[in-house]
Nanobody
């Protein structure tokens, strides 16, 4: 069992930056593919960014490419999402997720086994 705890959300003006963190419990963090997803009011949860177990491979949804960066520190059991040049349309609850299947990298939320409680990001115009 893995517990994930997100932090770093908040209210920011458009063009501002935030850094989300997700701290994981347990000694198997380094074997999980990690992802960030988000859900805006009235919308389905969507993939934002994914990082492989080694951190060498990353994927982003098109709307955040060039603005967001996902990274991980396996020694510290933490995954990060650096968000720059934020836009009002980035407003959502952001969730950290872990996939036990390290052989595949999936953008589908159904593939992920563990989820955090979410952290609210609000971008004002």
């Amino acid at each position: 069992q893995v517990q994930l705890v997100e932090s770093g959300g908040g209210l920011v003006q458009a063009a501002g930056s935030l850094r989300l963190s997700c701290a994981a419990s347990g000694r198997t963090f380094r074997t999980y593919v990690m992802g960030w997803f988000r859900q805006a009011p009235g919308k389905e949860r969507e993939f934002v960014a994914i990082i492989s177990v080694t951190g060498r491979t990353t994927y982003y949804t098109d709307s955040v490419k060039g603005r967001f960066t996902i990274s991980r520190d396996n020694a510290d059991n933490t995954v990060y999402l650096q968000m720059n040049n934020l836009k009002p349309e980035d407003t959502a609850v952001y969730y950290c997720a872990a996939d036990r299947d390290s052989d595949t990298i999936s953008t589908y939320s159904q593939s992920y086994d563990y989820w955090g409680q979410g952290t609210q990001v609000t971008v004002s115009s």
